[in-house]
């Protein structure tokens, strides 16, 4: 049929126009970009969208309304919509990375001020450690100082003790009884009571003592000095031999013992002799005297 044959030279012609239209198009823009891609696209569209034409030969469009580009015209929105989007998201994920980068560097900063509170503890631990260990090595020092010094001390009681107990021992033999006086190594008992000679020996006696007896001038002198005014028995008699006078420990009284004029044996009665302050007498042995007793150390 001719008039396909018209329809489909048309259909050629338009497509021929409108590649020609594309062309220019392309040889008029600077550079390749997105929208002409789609442009490209929208030109397979365009062409896709003819050949219905083609099979369609009543259809009589226009050579000069057909290569309007709506196609390109919607895809140029949709794809700015799209990089607004796109804009949108890369803003609403900046401020969320960066509040999160913000939350995190705030976060990180006290964990750096605990971190650095911590080195601070640490060292002044560390410091305290250092002191605690001075002052424990000095503990130990004092420490063993005193325990030299107790041992020393030890040894001190301890040495101590033992010379005390040998002054002890050395006091209590060298120590008079009560109421005994100490004189050159011997104790003295002056008594306050009066009583015959042979009484007056037996007190003594019992005592563990004698009467009296004198060995030296200095042990007459003291007893003279004790005895003031009174008169006091000591261990000396005759008893055995009238003139023959001796001390209860055997041996004879010395001559300048004696007072002057005695022993004169008065009334042929006088065996027993007693001190006064004027030196030795002899008088009967029943007068009753104050006595003294002699005991060694
Ligand atoms: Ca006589
Ligand atoms: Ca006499």
């Not at 497509?15 to 002409?36: E, F, M």
């Not at 949709?78 to 990089?83: E, H, L, M, P």
């Not at 424990?136 to 001390?153: A, F, H, V």
């Not at 209860?248 to 001190?275: H, I, M, Q, Y």
Request: proline share 3%; aromatic share 8%.
């Amino acid at each position: 049929m001719e008039g396909s044959d018209v329809y489909g030279n048309m259909g050629f012609h338009q497509q021929t126009g409108r590649r020609a239209l594309v062309d220019r198009r392309r040889i008029q823009a600077p550079a390749k970009t997105a929208v002409d891609d789609e442009e490209e696209v929208d030109y397979a569209n365009i062409e896709d969208s003819v050949e219905p034409e083609e099979k369609t030969p009543n259809s009589k469009k226009p050579l000069a309304e057909e290569p309007k580009p709506q196609a390109a015209t919607k895809s140029n929105a949709c794809g700015a919509k799209s990089i607004v989007v796109l804009y949108i998201l890369l803003i609403g994920s900046s401020a969320v990375w960066m509040a999160l980068f913000s939350r995190a560097f705030a976060k990180y900063s006290e964990i750096a001020a605990v971190l650095q509170d911590l080195r601070t503890t640490q060292k002044i631990l560390q410091d305290n450690d250092s002191e605690i260990a001075a002052v424990l090595q000095d503990l130990r020092t004092t420490q063993k100082i005193l325990q030299d010094n107790d041992s020393q001390l030890s040894a001190l009681v301890t040495s101590f003790g033992n010379d005390m107990s040998h002054l002890i021992s050395k006091v209590c033999i060298k120590t008079c009884p009560c109421e005994w006086i100490s004189f050159n190594e011997a104790c003295y008992y002056f008594s306050k009571e009066r009583a015959d000679w042979h009484k007056a020996k037996e007190s003594c006696n019992s005592k563990n003592a004698s009467l009296a007896v004198i060995s030296s001038d200095q042990e007459l002198d003291y007893l003279k000095s004790r005895i003031g005014s009174t008169h006091h028995w000591l261990g000396l008699s005759d008893s055995e031999t009238e003139g023959s006078w001796k001390w209860l420990d055997g041996r004879l009284v010395e001559t300048r013992f004696w007072n002057s004029g005695e022993p004169n044996n008065a009334a042929n009665n006088e065996d027993c002799g007693k001190v006064t302050n004027s030196k030795l007498n002899d008088v009967p042995c029943n007068s009753e005297e104050h006595w003294i007793c002699e005991m060694k150390l």
